[in-house]
């Protein structure tokens, strides 16, 4: 494990979250983050990347509009902004790391990015 993901807990449907990932061991500065979750018995959903710089992200479109990555380098934190969370959004969420953002966000996204955190359990009761 080599990016510790945080910020998970219960929440009410509607409200907000937010996830912080860092790393003691890589300079996060250097490389893209990106965030997955996975659902009890679906499998890992890519959500979103942002470059290194934090001057380009894209989002898949089941949270487009509703969840936002960001980043402070000085702070070598990224984060996932959750808003309107909806029972759907249950999940375990894992930051992960690569030198640049894979092109597209699918199911097989995750094959690329071979830096990742131990996730942080997101539950939105209803």
């Known amino acids: 494990v080599q990016l510790q993901a945080s910020g998970g807990g219960l929440v009410q449907a509607g409200e907000s979250l937010k996830l912080s990932c860092t790393s003691s061991?890589?300079?996060?500065?250097?490389?893209?983050v990106a965030w997955f979750r996975q659902a009890p018995g679906k499998e890992r959903e890519a959500l979103s990347c942002?470059?290194?710089?934090?001057?380009?992200?894209l989002y898949a479109d089941s949270v487009k509009g509703r969840f936002t990555t960001s980043r402070d380098n000085g702070k070598h934190t990224a984060f996932l902004q959750m808003n309107r969370l909806e029972p759907a959004d249950t999940a375990v969420y894992y930051c992960?790391?690569?030198?640049?953002?894979?092109?597209?966000?699918?199911?097989?996204?995750?094959?690329?990015?071979?830096?990742w955190g131990q996730g942080t359990l997101v539950t939105v009761s209803s």
């Open positions: 061991v890589i300079s996060l500065d250097h490389y893209a």
């Open positions: 942002i470059d290194s710089r934090g001057t380009s992200s």
């Open positions: 992960a790391s690569r030198v640049i953002c894979t092109t597209r966000l699918n199911n097989e996204s995750q094959d690329h990015y071979g830096i």
